[in-house]
């Protein structure tokens, strides 16, 4: 029976892809002339349709693959505002509850991408015509064998953070950097159980582009009682329960600053970071104790 429902599910993941997939991605070709106006409103289409995309994946996980998601802290919330998104990172199935969480109640979630990305069939053309940054992150090794480099992860920030300040976002970092392993664990020895360590890099750069415009910071936390689900877990039907917990915090002038030329001040973000992670690391052993 979890096969069929995998086979069903997935076929109606993509079929649901592609049908929105076309729309979208001749939004984003009459983008490319150089009329504002035209351009912000091919966006807004684009991002309608990208909406309703996501409303239909919710259909599907209805249909073929229920599953309880139960919701604590999500405070009130507008989609006329710039959001910062910061969650913890487990399974890719993270982003498909990510988007049934807060599809419509606030705008439309852009992701940084791994420039290798565009290159992922459909996906890769439609999360462009989104306008989803790709980022070429720079290696410590990159950066001691190209100085010139330096600065080179800001500057791809600011201008991705540019088209954002047209419309209002939602802005997802996770901020761990990559999805949650016990060997990732090991080798960090992070001093987290449940979690990586965090990177302030990402979010640091996002404030430093456009701090003053976001109007809140959501800080989400996930955990799935059964173990941490593949998607194809997902696709099956395995997935009964996911707990998320989510908090609604203000921009403080603490998390806005020059992260790159203020050592004081990377000092202090980074700080500020690793106690949401503690309180993070906190709130996922709460949500373990409640789900037993």
């Not at 912000?40 to 998601?69: E, R």
């Not at 954002?164 to 990732?184: C, D, H, L, Y």
């Not at 582009?209 to 955990?223: D, F, L, P, R």
């Not at 202090?268 to 373990?288: A, D, I, P, T, Y």
Request: hydrophobic content about 45%; overall charge positive.
């Amino acid at each position: 029976m979890s096969m069929i429902r995998c086979v069903f599910s997935i076929f109606f993941y993509t079929l649901n892809t592609v049908i929105w997939f076309i729309p979208i991605f001749i939004f984003g070709l009459i983008k490319l002339l150089p009329i504002k106006p035209l351009q912000k409103a091919m966006s807004w289409a684009a991002k309608k349709c990208a909406t309703m995309w996501v409303s239909c994946n919710s259909l599907n996980q209805n249909i073929f693959t229920p599953y309880q998601l139960n919701v604590t802290g999500l405070e009130q919330v507008k989609l006329k505002d710039w959001y910062l998104i910061i969650a913890n990172h487990q399974s890719w199935v993270d982003i498909l509850v990510l988007q049934r969480l807060l599809n419509r109640k606030i705008p439309f979630l852009n992701f940084f991408l791994k420039k290798e990305l565009i290159y992922v069939p459909i996906l890769g053309l439609a999360w462009w015509a989104l306008d989803f940054p790709f980022m070429t992150r720079t290696s410590k090794s990159q950066l001691k064998k190209n100085p010139k480099l330096r600065g080179k992860d800001l500057e791809t920030t600011r201008k991705a953070c540019e088209k954002f300040k047209e419309m209002p976002v939602s802005i997802v970092n996770f901020v761990e950097g990559t999805r949650f392993t016990q060997a990732k664990h090991a080798r960090q020895n992070s001093p987290f159980p449940h979690l990586l360590k965090p990177k302030a890099g990402g979010i640091a750069f996002v404030m430093q582009a456009m701090g003053e415009q976001i109007s809140k910071v959501v800080n989400v936390t996930i955990h799935y009682p059964d173990g941490i689900p593949t998607f194809v877990d997902f696709a099956s039907g395995r997935v009964k329960n996911i707990n998320v917990h989510v908090e609604v915090l203000p921009v403080s002038q603490e998390l806005i600053g020059d992260y790159t030329g203020d050592s004081e001040f990377r000092v202090g973000f980074q700080s500020e970071l690793n106690r949401l992670w503690h309180e993070k690391e906190q709130q996922l052993v709460k949500l373990e104790q409640q789900a037993k």
